[in-house]
Each structure stands twice: as structure tokens, then as C-alpha cells.
């Protein structure tokens, strides 16, 4: 063996040896984050999101939230935009056998979800001794996650926020704002004219209140014809009695 192949194989026993005694990076697994935003002391609710990256490659799982029921207390929870297309149950104080402070939420997909999105929304009543500087927290606990490949390993961050002074003072409601506006004011109905047909009737009227004038006067003429044919005959028995009277002379 030369001295030149012995070079060659010793620089291949180095890099093989320099090649397992490198670590190996894994690769980094999906995280889950609670979030929320500011919250001051004055504020009703809360709105708190459970949110997923890069999770493209899991299909199932079983998160746990706990929260302090003496700050906070469940309005609603829903499911998120990420677990649409799947199966998710959520077990709560309102319609589960949970105490308030505990909400649980398991869910299974048929295909892996997106790589980014929300997995539980969730809205939270402010209590009344809730004050500035009070720090609000809500746990997070992984339990189960895993993918077509077997299990998978989350980074798990829970929500810590400061509640900061003031808070958000709503407007009158529209109801008030309806209300103050003035009324409209109604014109009164215009009279229409009368009609031509109208008027057809008011003249057929009187023509018939004038004919049934004429028809009473009607009544006297039969005698003074009577009269005068009388007198008409008398005037011809005359006129003949004269004629008579000169034939005989």
C-alpha cells in the first residue's frame, strides 16, 4: 500500500469519525400558545385564544386549561378555525362536568391541520375584584398530541397578562341614539279633486230632479185640452149653423 492510499483512508476514518461524534439536530416540534390582549381593570370580558405553528403534521390531541375562577369566569368556548374539519369536544363548566377553572378540549382530524391557526377561543367575564397590577394567568397542559407518525412533542406556553388601569367605556347603545332622533313630521293628505265622473253624476241628477218637475206640471195639461177641443166644437157648430141658414134663405 502506498503512502498516498494510506493518506486516503485515514482522511476517511477522521471524516466518519467527526460525522457521529457531530449531534444531531432534531427537528423542532409544533407550539401551542395561549394569547390575549391587554386587559384592563374596567373591562367586561376577556377574549383568550389557544393558538397552534408549525402543527402541520398533527392530527390529534388533548390540551387541559386552568384558570383562576376568583378573576375569571367562563362565558363561552368554541372550537377554532385550525379543527374545522374535525372532531373536537370540549369539556367545560357550562355544558361539561368541569368546575369553574378547569376546561378540557380533545380532538381528532382525518387529515393533519393547517400549520398555523387557533385551536379553542374562549371568552372570559372580568370579575369585580379584579384590579390594576393584578396578574392574570391561564395554564396550559399538553397531554396528548400526536400525528401519522406516532407521538409529538409541543413547546407549552401559558398566558400570563398585567391587568393595566382604566378600561374601555361603551357608547349609548343605537336603541338611545334612535330615540333621541326627532320625529318626522307627517304631512297631511292632500283632497284630491272631483273627478269628471263625479261631476257626470251630480248632472244626471238634476236633470232627473228637473224632469220630475216637469212631469207634476204634465198633469193639468189633459183638461186644457179638453177645454179647448170643447171650444173648437162650438166654433165649427157655428161656423155650420151660419151656412145652414143662408142655403135656406
Request: aromatic share 4%; net charge negative; with cysteine.
Amino acid at each position: 500500500m502506498t503512502k498516498k492510499n494510506k493518506k486516503w483512508i485515514g482522511l476517511c476514518i477522521c471524516l466518519i469519525w467527526a460525522a457521529q461524534s457531530m449531534p444531531v439536530l432534531a427537528a423542532s416540534g409544533p407550539k401551542i400558545s395561549m394569547q390575549a390582549g391587554p386587559v384592563k381593570e374596567k373591562d367586561t370580558q376577556v377574549q383568550v385564544s389557544c393558538e397552534i405553528e408549525d402543527g402541520i403534521d398533527v392530527t390529534s390531541g388533548k390540551l387541559r386549561f386552568l384558570y383562576d375562577a376568583s378573576q375569571l369566569t367562563l362565558h363561552s368556548d368554541n372550537v377554532g378555525a385550525a379543527l374545522q374539519s374535525g372532531l373536537c369536544k370540549i369539556n367545560d363548566p357550562l355544558t361539561g362536568n368541569k368546575e369553574e377553572g378547569e376546561i378540557v378540549a380533545s380532538f381528532a382530524l382525518s387529515e393533519p391541520i393547517p400549520e398555523d391557526g387557533s385551536l379553542v377561543d374562549m371568552t372570559f367575564e372580568l370579575n369585580d375584584n379584579v384590579k390594576a397590577g393584578d396578574q392574570l394567568e391561564i395554564s396550559l397542559s399538553v397531554e396528548q398530541l400526536s400525528g401519522n407518525n406516532g407521538n409529538i412533542s409541543a413547546e407549552a406556553i401559558p398566558l400570563s397578562v398585567q391587568i393595566e388601569a382604566g378600561g374601555h367605556t361603551p357608547g349609548p347603545p343605537e336603541e338611545n341614539q334612535e330615540e333621541k332622533k326627532e320625529p318626522e313630521q307627517k304631512t297631511p293628505p292632500k283632497k284630491e279633486p272631483a273627478t269628471p265622473k263625479d261631476n257626470t253624476k251630480s248632472s244626471d241628477n238634476s236633470s232627473k230632479t228637473k224632469s220630475k218637475a216637469a212631469k207634476t206640471g204634465d198633469l193639468l195639461n189633459p183638461w186644457l185640452y179638453i177645454v179647448g177641443l170643447g171650444a173648437a166644437g162650438a166654433g165649427i157648430a157655428a161656423v155650420k149653423g151660419k151656412r145652414t141658414k143662408k142655403q135656406g134663405k
